[in-house]
């Protein structure tokens, strides 16, 4: 099917891969707003019939109320925390995600992180370009033998555990909705949330953010944890309380941790970013030329559908 020569209007809320706006380009009428930017976003929604955001806008009820002509609202990525999926749902507006398009980036974040903050590459980076060669300050811990527990084994998680056997650590999850059987053939055994939190050297975090995991590591599991912990969030700020993790690290119940996101984003200021043991990045674990290509070429398909009517499959 073609569009008529008034074409829909596809606004494109952040940053989306060149291949994935020529694409739209062909059909659409492609216009550009910065999603952070409230008013401009309120006022560009008017003429939308759809929106490709990643995670900084927010679509929430006022935003969709906004958009009376809007028939999708498109994820580049995976959760949809930002979306009031409710709210669309109500107005007949169709939300879509590209679930599997950055998950192997994501988990290649994560272990990256976890071998930083084991070896204090950040810090030892940081001091050698500053003129300090300095050797035993630096000296790390090996991942060979350690246990990891996963938070949350689903996509992303079994992409990290799968990739965190390779360097022969011992398994353990955290995930009250998977099979025991799916983690056994995972090499990975399920258990509660207090026996992962006693038992793991390095904690990775990979939960979607809900009012259920919001918090999940608070105050109370961050004194349950061994001394020697490295903890991991590429998932979504918030699931691990920043202001607790602090405290932890100050008193050094926690060893070191590995942030990519943070509960409010941007972030430029956190007590996170004192410790000399927490490396710290700009939620990047989707920033990877293959992931956003993925991403961008999947939501644009799936808003081309859904603006011609048709059937949208998982992207
Ligand atoms: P997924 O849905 O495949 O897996 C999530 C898992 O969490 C599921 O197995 C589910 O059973 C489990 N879970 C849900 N609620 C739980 C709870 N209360 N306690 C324990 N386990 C629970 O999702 P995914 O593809 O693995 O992605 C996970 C999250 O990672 C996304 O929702 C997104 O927020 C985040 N993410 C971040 C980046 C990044 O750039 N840093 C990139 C991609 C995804
Ligand atoms: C996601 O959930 O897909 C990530 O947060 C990636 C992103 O949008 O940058």
């Given amino acids: 099917m073609t569009f008529p020569a008034d074409r829909p209007v596809v606004l494109i809320a952040e940053e989306l891969a060149p291949a994935a706006l020529e694409v739209l380009a062909d059909d659409f009428d492609v216009r550009h707003v910065d999603g952070t930017d409230r008013p401009a976003l309120l006022s560009a ?10 995670s900084a806008t927010k679509v929430d009820a006022e935003a969709i109320a906004a958009a009376p002509r809007l028939k ?28 599997t398009s950055n998950i192997v980036s994501a988990a290649e974040q994560a272990v990256a992180l976890l071998l930083a903050v084991a070896r204090h590459t950040a810090s ?51 995930d009250p909705y998977i099979q025991p059987a799916r983690a056994a053939a995972l090499g990975v055994r399920l258990v509660g949330l207090d026996e992962l939190l ?19 590591i608070g105050a109370k599991e961050l004194h349950q944890v061994k001394p020697t ?7 979504r700020g918030g699931l691990i309380d920043e202001a607790a993790l602090a405290e932890a690290l100050a008193e050094g119940r926690v060893a070191g941790a590995g942030i990519d996101v943070y509960s409010k984003e941007p972030c430029t200021a956190s007590p996170l970013f ?10 990047l674990g989707a920033s990877t030329a293959e992931a956003q290509d993925k991403a961008g070429l999947a939501v644009a398909r799936s808003v081309k559908l859904a ?9």
Avoid: C
Wanted: glycine share 10%.
């Fill in 274 to 283: 004192a410790f000399d043991n927490v490396v710290v990045t700009p939620h």
């Fill in 124 to 174: 030892a980076s940081a001091a050698l370009k500053n003129g300090e060669w300095k050797r035993s300050k630096y000296t790390g811990i090996e991942i060979a033998g350690k246990t990891v527990g996963v938070v949350g084994l689903g996509r992303i998680g079994v992409l990290f555990a799968q990739r965190m056997a390779a360097f022969g650590t011992r398994l353990i999850a955290y």
């Fill in 72 to 99: 999708v609202v498109a994820r580049a990525g995976v959760g949809l925390d930002n979306v009031e999926t409710a709210a669309a749902t109500a107005r007949g507006v169709m939300v879509v995600n590209a679930p």
């Fill in 45 to 54: 929604l008017a003429e939308a019939n759809a929106i490709i955001v990643r």
């Fill in 198 to 216: 006693a038992e793991s050297d390095f904690i990775s975090i990979h939960l979607p953010k809900t009012p259920e995991t919001v918090g999940l």
């Fill in 229 to 235: 912990v490295r903890i991991v969030n590429a998932a």
């Fill in 307 to 315: 603006l011609q009517g048709e059937f949208v499959p998982d992207a």
